[in-house]
């Protein structure tokens, strides 16, 4: 049972809200199945840590049946019942944290029961809670639509048959939902294409932008309108940096006017559009990325259920360090720390402080850090090791960064989890790098044309190989190698 969905869901959601449905199911309200609530206070028998108890079906099924013998099919049609149950659970959660969706639901309800006299109280409180609704991007508006919507039949239902405002509001709303929606898709889409080259069409959208061009229905005055048209332009024109300069300050401004998701997902696409910038060789967007991670953490947009994901705590690391704002990022590595999820802070924690040591020289401090890191993800793994094999081999350590290479092209050809674009990536890597520490033995030994030779060697070869791991690193150690030389043959 320890593997069934029901146990798998219920350890996605907090322990409040697993003792929430416990009393969900006792309530007597949504099951009279006392064998379904005797399964629900068995498994919940050790809450907090539900997966702690015996949660073996044999062991379970004579608790509720007593001595009855084991039947497969029916333990496993309590256990589905009771799944269902916790699916009801999270629907009722969903609509509870929702109060503009449960007063709509609630004049819904009135109308299809003819309660007229509750109406005009029901109704009056929906528009209180829409007023007091700030423009949310189009999701507002959708809200709008259903509204009005509602009551215009309220208003039928009457027997009201002179001009009503609310047909035409529900138009109009509808339109600006519509257009929003449209180009927050079309942006969607445009980003997807980039990343994955997947190929979506967003029909209309040149008869779209025609008609935004020309003001139709005031349409250019809207800043969430302006907002993703300069969004989609920063997406498919690439080369003019001016749309992603523009959007950049508007966004911000306008910030209040999005959804928490929606507002996330636009500040991606600027970050996106950095980290092709820096592909491209153009390294002070870096700088823009640090930017754009600082207002995400002062608005708290990048945060995901009060967390911060380790993907992201390593980005912005790894932004600031490449800005040698060593102060900020170490302030920012030990303030944001508790913001991780408990089960990988430490490792995340002590990665981040091992990646910062080593841009700062101290590259024992660096590895003192990482032998604290248990490696579980294969990408996290790679990036750990890479760190690692950095710093024996700036430390000069040969035995340890040889050995550890050797291990290393052995985890990579095992691993069935690492892209075969990743493992090349990283075999170049380890090829060069044990090259380039070969070379830089035999430098003070080595006359000085062969070294020459053998310098350029790798050189050329660096150039050519694709891809390559860490190669701007690898073009550093092999510029250092031209440096000055104690005693070689002349």
Known sequence: MRNSKLIKLLNHISPREQKQFEDFVFSGYVTKNERLKKLCGIIFESYPDIDQGNLDKAYIYHLIYGAEPYDEKRMNNLISDLFQLLEEFLIYQQ???KSGLKKRILVEALLEKDALYFLDGAVRKYEKKLQNISEKSFEAYFEKVAFHELVDQ???VQGKRSYDQNLQQKNDALDLYYWCHKFSIAC?????NIVTQSGYTCHFWDDLIRHFQLNKLQLRDHPVLQIYFRTHKMLTDFGTVSHYFDLKPLLYQHINLFPDHEINNIYK????????????????FYREIHELYKILLQQRIIFQNGYLTQWTYINIITAGIRLKEYRWTEGFIFEYRNALLPENRNNVFNYGL???????NDYLKALGYLNTVEFTDPSYHLRAKILQLKSYFELKEEEAMLSLIDAFQKYINRSKNIPEYQKKANHNFLKLTKQLYKLRIQRDTTHKLVFARKHQSILEELKKMEPVANKKWLREKANELTGSRVHGFM
């Open 95 to 97: 609509i509870r944290n």
């Open 154 to 156: 309220y208003e039928l």
């Open 188 to 192: 969607d889409m445009a980003s997807r």
């Open 269 to 284: 696409y600027l970050l996106n559009y950095c980290v092709r910038k820096i592909n491209f060789g153009e390294e002070s």
């Open 354 to 360: 091992s990646a910062l040591y080593f841009e700062k």
